[in-house]
T-cell receptor, first 115, second 114 residues
Framework: AQSVSQHNHHVILSEAASLELGCNYS??????LFWYVQYPGQHLQLLLK??????LVKGIKGFEAEFIKSKFSFNLRKPSVQWSDTAEYFC?????????????FGTGTLLAVQP | DAGVIQSPRHEVTEMGQEVTLRCKPI?????LFWYRQTMMRGLELLIY????????DSGMPEDRFSAKMPNASFSTLKIQPSEPRDSAVYFC????????????FGPGTRLTVT
């Protein structure tokens, strides 16, 4: 069965600090990988996604993530965070192929950026 | 497009009452998903539909929960009878197609059962 682990549950950074949020997944086949963001009081929005090709994926608002197949990882990065990046970040995985469109989410990482 | 629409946005009810949450997916999307978000368990998939047919309801916690999708533009999630432990934010999401379908989430319904 697919599973997703986000090891950082709560991260506190100062503005301009660099960010890296860890995500590891468990699945034996080809996967599609996603990062969603949930700003305070809002619904989930897609930040970026990986389907195939270049393992370094760039998303909105300066975020990027790197798919490392050998490590089953899809870590999210941003070189310089802003106060407005305060939100909860969810990694998600979907097994590719077969009659399924089921996303498995990690438990989320709450990021607080201090001005 | 208006995006995924959910109603009500907030619901407060007493234990034992029936609760019905509603969702209108994005037009043209053939998949619809119901999720529950709590502090303790994070974001859990409850059930999803493809072309109005339930495909996987393994996440539905118990028989008190039921979901229907009578047509391509409407779905309901019903809890009867409700219990305090059902308090959570319930999200509806929709997507187009298999494989690469990104899921678009609605604003959620915050349910409080007292």
């Amino acid at each position: 069965a697919q599973s997703v682990s986000q090891h950082n549950h709560h991260v506190i950074l100062s503005e301009a600090a660099s960010l890296e949020l860890g995500c590891n997944y468990s699945y034996g086949g080809t996967v599609n990988l996603f990062w969603y963001v949930q700003y305070p009081g809002q619904h989930l929005q897609l930040l970026l996604k990986y389907f195939s090709g270049d393992p370094l994926v760039k998303g909105i608002k300066g975020f990027e993530a790197e798919f490392i197949k050998s490590k089953f990882s899809f870590n999210l990065r941003k070189p310089s965070v802003q106060w407005s990046d305060t939100a909860e970040y969810f990694c998600a995985v979907k097994g590719y192929g077969g009659a399924t469109n089921k996303l498995i989410f990690g438990t989320g990482t709450l990021l607080a950026v201090q001005p | 497009d208006a995006g995924v629409i959910q109603s009500p946005r907030h619901e407060v009810t007493e234990m034992g009452q029936e609760v019905t949450l509603r969702c209108k997916p994005i037009s043209g999307h053939d998949y619809l998903f119901w999720y529950r978000q709590t502090m303790m368990r994070g974001l859990e998939l409850l059930i999803y539909f493809n072309n109005n047919v339930p495909i996987d309801d393994s996440g539905m916690p118990e028989d008190r929960f039921s979901a229907k999708m009578p047509n391509a533009s409407f779905s309901t999630l019903k809890i009867q009878p409700s219990e305090p432990r059902d308090s959570a934010v319930y999200f509806c999401a929709s997507s187009r197609g298999l494989g690469v379908g990104e899921q678009y989430f609605g604003p959620g319904t915050r349910l409080t059962v007292t």
